[in-house]
Protein backbone atom coordinates (compact mmCIF):
# COMPACT_ATOMS: atom_id res chain seq x y z
CA UNK A 1 0.00 0.00 0.00
CA UNK A 2 0.89 3.70 -0.68
CA UNK A 3 2.47 5.10 2.26
CA UNK A 4 3.39 8.87 2.99
CA UNK A 5 6.04 10.60 0.88
CA UNK A 6 8.81 13.12 2.41
CA UNK A 7 11.52 14.71 0.92
CA UNK A 8 14.61 15.18 1.54
CA UNK A 9 14.88 12.45 3.91
CA UNK A 10 18.24 14.27 5.38
CA UNK A 11 19.35 17.80 5.00
CA UNK A 12 21.83 19.52 6.48
CA UNK A 13 21.93 23.37 6.40
CA UNK A 14 23.67 26.48 8.02
CA UNK A 15 22.47 29.05 9.88
CA UNK A 16 20.56 31.64 8.79
CA UNK A 17 20.11 29.80 5.62
CA UNK A 18 16.54 28.27 4.07
CA UNK A 19 14.84 24.84 4.00
CA UNK A 20 12.07 23.55 1.99
CA UNK A 21 10.34 20.15 3.46
CA UNK A 22 7.86 18.62 0.95
CA UNK A 23 4.97 16.00 2.05
CA UNK A 24 3.00 13.60 -0.61
CA UNK A 25 -0.03 12.16 1.42
CA UNK A 26 -1.67 8.74 0.81
CA UNK A 27 -3.86 8.81 -2.38
CA UNK A 28 -7.20 10.02 -1.42
CA UNK A 29 -6.58 11.78 1.95
CA UNK A 30 -7.19 15.13 2.49
CA UNK A 31 -5.61 16.07 5.40
CA UNK A 32 -1.86 17.05 6.30
CA UNK A 33 -0.11 17.41 9.40
CA UNK A 34 3.40 18.60 10.77
CA UNK A 35 5.04 17.97 13.36
CA UNK A 36 8.55 18.30 14.89
CA UNK A 37 10.41 15.76 16.86
CA UNK A 38 13.67 17.15 19.15
CA UNK A 39 16.08 14.58 20.22
CA UNK A 40 14.61 12.24 23.06
CA UNK A 41 11.70 13.74 22.06
CA UNK A 42 7.97 13.61 21.75
CA UNK A 43 6.31 14.71 18.39
CA UNK A 44 5.04 18.29 18.62
CA UNK A 45 2.72 19.45 16.32
CA UNK A 46 3.43 22.31 14.02
CA UNK A 47 0.46 22.76 11.56
CA UNK A 48 -2.10 21.09 9.06
CA UNK A 49 -4.05 21.58 6.62
CA UNK A 50 -7.34 20.49 4.93
CA UNK A 51 -8.73 20.02 2.21
CA UNK A 52 -5.79 22.87 1.03
CA UNK A 53 -7.10 25.15 3.97
CA UNK A 54 -5.03 25.51 7.30
CA UNK A 55 -7.22 23.99 9.81
CA UNK A 56 -4.67 24.10 13.35
CA UNK A 57 -1.85 25.40 14.10
CA UNK A 58 0.48 24.34 17.01
CA UNK A 59 3.92 25.50 18.57
CA UNK A 60 5.05 27.08 15.01
CA UNK A 61 7.70 29.52 14.60
CA UNK A 62 6.52 32.44 12.80
CA UNK A 63 9.93 31.62 10.53
CA UNK A 64 7.95 28.73 9.13
CA UNK A 65 5.23 28.97 6.63
CA UNK A 66 3.33 26.24 4.74
CA UNK A 67 0.94 25.65 2.77
CA UNK A 68 -1.46 22.69 0.80
CA UNK A 69 -1.25 22.32 -2.94
CA UNK A 70 -3.97 21.97 -4.98
CA UNK A 71 -2.69 18.26 -5.22
CA UNK A 72 -2.64 17.64 -2.15
CA UNK A 73 0.99 17.72 -1.26
CA UNK A 74 2.10 20.25 1.45
CA UNK A 75 5.40 22.13 2.18
CA UNK A 76 7.23 23.28 5.02
CA UNK A 77 9.47 26.46 4.51
CA UNK A 78 11.91 27.30 7.31
CA UNK A 79 13.60 30.60 6.71
CA UNK A 80 16.64 31.74 9.40
CA UNK A 81 17.22 28.97 10.49
CA UNK A 82 18.93 28.17 14.00
CA UNK A 83 20.55 25.28 15.88
CA UNK A 84 17.47 24.29 17.48
CA UNK A 85 15.62 23.77 14.71
CA UNK A 86 17.36 20.85 14.30
CA UNK A 87 15.12 17.55 14.88
CA UNK A 88 13.07 15.07 12.96
CA UNK A 89 10.19 16.75 11.00
CA UNK A 90 7.66 13.94 10.30
CA UNK A 91 4.47 14.34 7.56
CA UNK A 92 1.45 12.94 8.60
CA UNK A 93 -2.12 12.34 6.30
CA UNK A 94 -5.49 11.01 7.21
CA UNK A 95 -8.72 10.28 5.48
CA UNK A 96 -11.17 9.51 8.06
CA UNK A 97 -10.09 11.30 10.99
CA UNK A 98 -10.52 8.31 13.77
CA UNK A 99 -8.59 5.94 11.70
CA UNK A 100 -5.53 7.51 12.95
CA UNK A 101 -2.99 9.52 11.08
CA UNK A 102 -0.29 7.91 9.27
CA UNK A 103 3.35 9.15 9.29
CA UNK A 104 5.97 9.49 6.99
CA UNK A 105 9.40 8.14 7.47
CA UNK A 106 10.43 12.43 8.38
CA UNK A 107 12.90 14.37 7.34
CA UNK A 108 16.47 14.87 9.53
CA UNK A 109 17.19 18.50 9.35
CA UNK A 110 20.69 19.22 11.22
CA UNK A 111 21.07 22.83 11.06
CA UNK A 112 25.67 23.43 11.64
CA UNK B 1 -5.87 21.57 26.95
CA UNK B 2 -5.03 17.58 26.69
CA UNK B 3 -1.66 15.99 28.67
CA UNK B 4 -1.18 12.61 28.03
CA UNK B 5 1.13 10.99 30.98
CA UNK B 6 3.20 7.77 30.37
CA UNK B 7 4.91 6.85 33.70
CA UNK B 8 7.48 4.63 32.69
CA UNK B 9 10.24 5.91 30.83
CA UNK B 10 11.53 2.39 30.28
CA UNK B 11 10.38 -1.25 30.40
CA UNK B 12 12.19 -4.87 29.18
CA UNK B 13 11.04 -7.78 28.68
CA UNK B 14 11.51 -11.18 27.81
CA UNK B 15 10.91 -12.83 24.48
CA UNK B 16 7.52 -14.75 24.31
CA UNK B 17 6.70 -12.90 27.93
CA UNK B 18 3.40 -10.22 28.10
CA UNK B 19 4.23 -6.68 28.89
CA UNK B 20 1.84 -3.85 29.73
CA UNK B 21 2.44 -0.09 28.63
CA UNK B 22 0.52 2.40 31.01
CA UNK B 23 -0.74 5.80 29.86
CA UNK B 24 -2.97 8.41 31.46
CA UNK B 25 -4.81 11.42 30.02
CA UNK B 26 -6.96 14.06 30.98
CA UNK B 27 -9.44 15.89 29.21
CA UNK B 28 -12.80 17.98 29.73
CA UNK B 29 -13.90 16.74 26.00
CA UNK B 30 -16.65 13.43 25.77
CA UNK B 31 -15.85 12.26 21.99
CA UNK B 32 -11.99 11.93 21.62
CA UNK B 33 -9.88 9.29 20.28
CA UNK B 34 -6.49 7.44 21.75
CA UNK B 35 -3.57 5.59 19.97
CA UNK B 36 -0.90 4.01 20.15
CA UNK B 37 2.30 4.34 18.21
CA UNK B 38 5.80 2.36 17.69
CA UNK B 39 8.94 4.05 16.93
CA UNK B 40 11.24 1.54 16.38
CA UNK B 41 15.57 2.53 16.00
CA UNK B 42 14.12 3.55 12.34
CA UNK B 43 12.49 6.35 13.88
CA UNK B 44 9.38 5.18 11.70
CA UNK B 45 6.37 6.35 13.40
CA UNK B 46 3.96 3.50 13.20
CA UNK B 47 0.25 3.12 14.18
CA UNK B 48 0.02 0.35 16.38
CA UNK B 49 -3.66 0.44 17.37
CA UNK B 50 -6.79 2.98 17.69
CA UNK B 51 -9.46 3.22 20.43
CA UNK B 52 -13.00 5.43 20.27
CA UNK B 53 -14.03 6.98 23.57
CA UNK B 54 -17.27 5.92 22.63
CA UNK B 55 -16.44 1.94 22.79
CA UNK B 56 -16.85 0.18 25.52
CA UNK B 57 -15.14 -2.45 23.85
CA UNK B 58 -11.21 -2.46 24.35
CA UNK B 59 -9.70 -2.89 20.95
CA UNK B 60 -7.79 -5.69 19.65
CA UNK B 61 -4.89 -6.08 16.92
CA UNK B 62 -3.27 -9.20 16.80
CA UNK B 63 -0.84 -9.58 19.41
CA UNK B 64 -1.52 -6.29 20.86
CA UNK B 65 -4.70 -5.16 22.53
CA UNK B 66 -5.93 -2.54 25.12
CA UNK B 67 -7.16 -1.64 28.42
CA UNK B 68 -9.42 1.25 28.13
CA UNK B 69 -11.11 2.89 31.38
CA UNK B 70 -12.92 5.46 30.56
CA UNK B 71 -13.82 6.73 34.28
CA UNK B 72 -9.99 6.41 35.37
CA UNK B 73 -8.76 8.23 32.07
CA UNK B 74 -6.61 5.20 31.46
CA UNK B 75 -5.36 3.35 28.19
CA UNK B 76 -2.71 1.01 28.60
CA UNK B 77 -0.57 -1.46 25.99
CA UNK B 78 -0.69 -5.17 26.43
CA UNK B 79 2.08 -6.79 24.19
CA UNK B 80 1.82 -10.76 24.07
CA UNK B 81 4.34 -13.12 22.90
CA UNK B 82 6.66 -10.39 22.87
CA UNK B 83 9.09 -10.29 19.50
CA UNK B 84 12.24 -8.88 19.60
CA UNK B 85 10.85 -6.91 16.29
CA UNK B 86 8.96 -5.23 19.45
CA UNK B 87 11.93 -3.44 20.97
CA UNK B 88 10.79 0.45 20.06
CA UNK B 89 9.41 3.59 21.64
CA UNK B 90 5.95 3.17 22.80
CA UNK B 91 4.23 6.47 22.15
CA UNK B 92 0.35 7.00 23.54
CA UNK B 93 -1.49 9.58 21.67
CA UNK B 94 -4.61 11.56 22.18
CA UNK B 95 -6.97 13.25 19.59
CA UNK B 96 -10.08 15.46 19.92
CA UNK B 97 -13.05 14.55 18.28
CA UNK B 98 -15.18 17.22 19.07
CA UNK B 99 -14.30 19.32 16.64
CA UNK B 100 -15.07 19.22 12.23
CA UNK B 101 -12.27 19.62 10.44
CA UNK B 102 -9.91 20.81 13.05
CA UNK B 103 -8.01 20.08 16.13
CA UNK B 104 -7.40 16.59 15.01
CA UNK B 105 -4.04 16.98 15.98
CA UNK B 106 -2.27 13.98 18.28
CA UNK B 107 -0.78 15.23 21.41
CA UNK B 108 1.58 12.21 22.41
CA UNK B 109 3.21 11.17 26.01
CA UNK B 110 6.82 11.27 26.42
CA UNK B 111 7.20 7.61 25.48
CA UNK B 112 8.17 4.40 27.29
CA UNK B 113 11.67 2.68 25.47
CA UNK B 114 10.48 -0.92 25.17
CA UNK B 115 13.09 -3.85 25.39
CA UNK B 116 12.72 -7.23 23.84
CA UNK B 117 15.19 -9.67 25.47
CA UNK B 118 16.28 -12.53 23.92
Known amino acids: AAGVIQSPRHLIKEKRETATLKCYPI?????VYWYQQGPGQDPQFLIS???????DKGSIPDRFSAQQFSDYHSELNMSSLELGDSALYFC???????????FGPGTRLTVT | AQTVTQSQPEMSVQEAETVTLSCTYD???????LFWYKQPPSRQMILVIR??????QNATENRFSVNFQKAAKSFSLKISDSQLGDTAMYFC???????????????FGKGTLLTVNP
Open chain 1, 27 to 31: PRHDT
Open chain 2, 51 to 56: QEAYKQ
Open chain 2, 27 to 33: TSENNYY
Open chain 1, 49 to 55: FYEKMQS
Open chain 2, 93 to 107: AFMNGESGGSNYKLT
Open chain 1, 92 to 102: ASSFIMEEGQY
